[in-house]
């Protein structure tokens, strides 16, 4: 099915809706029509999702927060295909998108268990922060928080409070 706001003028398609997503699909508003495409209803704040590690029950929010002041649909869905070609975007559920201007912003994960013979059960990552959470509460193990950044930073303190035993060793990595 063809996105029938896409038909006329100038059109831009945003992938992701995160900040940057979010950001650009509200400056582009005024000026083009704008579509927003990302699977999920809600923004998740990644450099928030420490505090779901220390106990916070949920740091996302709707994305119609976000979008209520604008112009901007929302189309919950993934992307399947981009044609820099035609100018198409292509949707699992079928939706066919043309656009003049294309933002693709799905930011950074940090892709699972990469760490070098990590069991699911001994490494977490951003994206993992309720089981880490889990095992904060269950464990009297210390925890090493790979990264001196601010995300390092920001899940060591919260974690060092949380855990039965808090024994965190925070690895700092990168220049000095």
């Known amino acids: 099915m063809t996105n029938k706001l896409s038909s006329a003028g100038k059109h831009a398609v945003v992938v992701g809706a995160g900040f940057a997503g979010l950001r650009a699909a ?5 000026q083009v029509r704008v579509n927003l495409i990302d699977p999920a209803d809600h923004f998740t704040g990644r450099v928030r999702l420490h ?4 106990g ?13 002041s604008t112009n901007v649909p929302h ?5 399947i ?9 292509h949707t699992e559920a079928g939706h066919i998108l043309d656009h003049h201007r294309l933002v693709y912003v799905l930011g950074g994960r940090t892709g699972g268990n990469e760490v070098t013979g990590a069991s ?3 490494a977490y990552t951003a994206e993992s922060p309720v089981q880490l959470h889990k095992r904060l509460l269950d464990s009297s193990r210390a925890l090493t928080v790979v990264g001196g950044g601010l995300s390092g930073i920001e ?9 039965r035993h808090p024994r965190v060793a925070r ?3 990168g220049a000095n």
């Open 26 to 30: 509200s400056q582009l508003d005024p």
């Open 51 to 54: 505090e779901t590690a220390a």
């Open 56 to 68: 916070r029950p949920d740091v996302t929010h709707p994305l119609r927060t976000f979008l209520q």
């Open 75 to 79: 189309l919950r869905a993934q992307v």
């Open 81 to 89: 295909l981009i044609d820099i070609g035609s100018a198409k975007v």
């Open 120 to 122: 699911p059960e001994r």
């Open 155 to 163: 899940l060591a303190r919260p974690s060092a409070r949380t855990a």
């Open 171 to 173: 690895l700092i990595s």
